[in-house]
């Protein structure tokens, strides 16, 4: 079935360090994923998108990865700040089946960036 | 002022009770979500609607229904609250495919 996973429920950084966050998706016919932080206490916050039609997207300190091949997907944020400790989750949305409502959501990594 | 709005933002009560959860939005988008979160499990879809007319089932909508009074208002009722559905719950909204906006949620715990 259906399924998105992440490799790593923890990261812990030093500030000033990149950091990576990886995520599989099992669905081939998904065509449109997204990457959400969400800090405690609040809601999911939109980071950044990328098309099935695209293998790299970025935007401010962050840029998206997609492996297509391997049903891979990462998140890149670069010089990482105390601000940028938070959970973070991928979400795909599949094209066909009818199903273009579903986004279907990994569990989470939690990046600690430290001081 | 937020754009996805929920409330209330903390609630406690008791097994058996009827709760109601509301979510409004002033983002003029057309469809709007419901979702719970348990740690552990990520987002799990409850319900769906596209449109005032449009209401959908999630994956797990069994023990609660909705409302959607208006396009900013999407209402999310336990008729009968079980501590299972202690969670966090949050609202969403979209225009098409594209992305969801969340609103702060709603912790709620039923003893």
């Known amino acids: 079935g259906e399924s998105v996973g992440l490799h790593l429920p923890t990261l812990s950084v030093q500030e000033g360090d990149n950091s990576i966050i990886n995520c599989a998706y099992s669905?081939?016919?998904?065509?449109?994923f997204i990457w959400y932080k969400q800090e405690s206490g609040k809601g999911p916050q939109f980071i950044i998108d990328i098309r099935s039609n695209m293998d790299k997207r970025q935007g401010q300190r962050v840029t998206v990865l997609l492996n297509k091949t391997v049903k891979h997907l990462s998140l890149q944020i670069a010089a990482t700040q105390p601000g940028d400790s938070a959970v973070y989750f991928c979400?795909?949305?599949?094209?066909?089946?009818?199903?273009?409502?579903?986004?279907?959501f990994g569990k989470g990594t939690l990046l600690t960036v430290n001081p | 002022d937020a754009d996805v709005t929920q409330t209330p933002r903390n609630r406690i009560t008791k097994t058996g009770k009827r709760i109601m959860l509301e979510c409004s939005q002033t983002k003029g988008h057309d469809r709007m979500y419901w979702y719970r979160q348990d740690p552990g499990l990520g987002l799990r879809l409850i319900y769906y609607?596209?449109?005032?007319?449009?209401?959908n089932k999630g994956e797990i909508s069994d023990g609660y229904s909705v409302s959607r009074q208006a396009q900013a208002k999407f209402s999310l009722s336990l008729e009968s609250a079980i501590p299972n559905q202690t969670a966090l719950y949050f609202c969403a909204t979209s225009q098409d495919r594209a992305e969801q906006f969340f609103g702060p949620g709603t912790r709620l715990t039923v003893l």
């Open positions: 669905n081939s016919a998904s065509d449109y």
């Open positions: 979400a795909e949305n599949p094209l066909l089946g009818g199903s273009n409502y579903k986004l279907t």
């Open positions: 609607s596209f449109d005032v007319k449009d209401i």
